[in-house]
């Protein structure tokens, strides 16, 4: 595969995972603030998972762009930053329509 198809498929996989991601950690977040006790194990269970699989995908995609040239970087963390916010859009369709 060359440069170009690996670049899309990592950022079609980046953006699909995200968007599952944010959807099942959301619905858990909410789930869990309308139960009878708050806060709650599994409100605190969840936030504490959200934190460290955020800071683990960071990581992976900082060192993902550092692999790339100076000129390239801007180019690759700007379709980054494009996914994330097309991925929050897709996620705030979803919760509306569910």
């Known amino acids: 595969m060359t440069k170009i198809n690996n670049r899309i498929l990592y950022l079609s996989g980046y953006g699909i995972a995200l968007i599952l991601f944010l959807y099942f950690a959301l619905n858990g ?57 097309l991925s929050w859009i897709v996620v705030l369709i979803l919760f509306s329509i569910t």
């Open 29 to 85: 977040l909410i789930a869990s603030v309308l139960s009878d006790s708050f806060p709650n194990v599994k409100f605190m269970l969840i936030l504490a998972l959200i934190n460290i699989v955020a800071w683990t995908v960071g990581l992976g995609i900082r060192r993902y762009i550092n692999r790339f040239a100076n000129d390239q970087r801007k180019q690759v963390k700007k379709t980054f930053l494009g996914m994330t916010v």
